[in-house]
């Protein structure tokens, strides 16, 4: 098992890499193929004018391409194996477009040891914006299972 | 069942998703990138401290966002959440019931709160969450 380490919670307010993504209308379409609701011409087109509408966690792929799960590993030191998805969320401020360029920031907003659970949580916001309008907030929550902190 | 244009159905009927096996894992894997071995490699999942390997919830979280867009049809997801109260095992199918309240404040756009759990087979509670709607045209 992993060792608690104080120092992550010094890690509150990390910043993580920026990064770009484009939305691909071929990814979209996957998706919608991916959760059997291709059959439907009107809903793929309106999927691709408004993503949110009809694939509310494609935003976390997005994250998920540019390494953001092994960004987090390298900066507790742990490997990304011990990391546990415990909560998720994202709300809804406006469109995401098939072919839109968006700009993702995260920081690692809270960083909570329960030392009776044994349990460290690790919470992330990011913020997806196109062309400077914020489309989508998300909240990742991650845990660790650790022993105590060592002598 | 699709909701009358005004108002929320009150409880939407329970679904079941698909099952979420190895196929499956791996397809959502490529789609999302998400490659965490403890969803694709048992040797890695164990290593971790996992009897097997565990599904991805985020893949539980896509199926329950699809039906909940569909089944609330006419309707704008503005918020969802999810909380993945226990891992997964390769192969569990998902129960999902849901209930539905309706708000609304003068001056604003009706709006529905809808509360889901999903269940496994065995009755256990795997995920749990929120979402909140409303109607199209109040934001952006």
Redesign the interface.
């Known amino acids: 098992?992993v060792r608690f380490n104080r120092g992550w919670l010094a890690l509150e307010g990390h910043r993580f890499r920026p990064f770009q993504a484009r939305i691909a209308r071929e990814?979209v379409v996957?998706?919608l193929d991916?959760?059997g609701?291709l059959e439907e011409d009107a809903w793929r087109e309106r999927a691709c004018d408004d993503i949110?509408?009809?694939?509310?966690?494609m935003p976390?792929?997005l994250e998920?391409?540019a390494g953001v799960?092994a960004e987090i590993a390298a900066l507790l030191d742990i490997?990304?194996?011990?990391?546990?998805?415990?909560?998720?969320?994202?709300?809804?401020?406006?469109?995401l477009r098939c072919g839109d360029l968006v700009a993702v920031e995260s920081r690692l907003c809270d960083v909570t040891w329960k030392p009776a659970s044994r349990v460290c949580f690790f919470g992330k916001e990011s913020r997806f914006r196109v062309a400077g309008r914020l489309a989508v907030t998300s909240r990742s929550l991650y845990a660790i299972?650790a022993s105590e902190e060592g002598p | 069942m699709m909701p009358d244009a005004s108002q929320p159905p009150t409880r939407l009927p329970p679904t079941r998703l698909r099952e979420m096996g190895l196929a499956e894992l791996q397809?959502?894997a490529e789609?999302?990138?998400?490659?965490?071995?403890?969803h694709l490699d048992r040797e890695?999942?164990i290593?971790?401290?996992h009897p097997d390997l565990i599904c991805?919830?985020?893949l539980a979280?896509?199926?329950i966002?699809?039906w909940l867009?569909?089944a609330m049809a006419g309707w704008?997801?503005?918020?969802?959440?999810?909380?993945?109260v226990a891992?997964m095992a390769v192969g569990t199918r998902l129960k999902v019931s849901a209930s539905c309240e309706a708000h609304q404040q003068a001056g604003e756009p009706p709006r529905a709160t809808v509360d889901f759990t999903a269940e496994d087979a065995g009755g256990v509670v795997r995920v749990k969450g929120r979402a909140r709607f409303q109607r199209p045209g109040g934001?952006?």
């Open positions: 098992m990814r996957r998706y991916f959760l609701q949110g509408a009809a694939l509310p966690t976390f792929s998920m391409e799960v490997d990304a194996n011990r990391l546990l998805h415990a909560e998720q969320s994202f709300t809804r401020h406006g469109p299972r | 397809a959502y789609l999302s990138g998400d490659r965490n071995p403890i890695q999942a290593l971790a401290g991805h919830g985020m979280m896509t199926d966002g699809g867009v569909r704008q997801l503005v918020t969802l959440t999810t909380r993945f891992p934001i952006c």
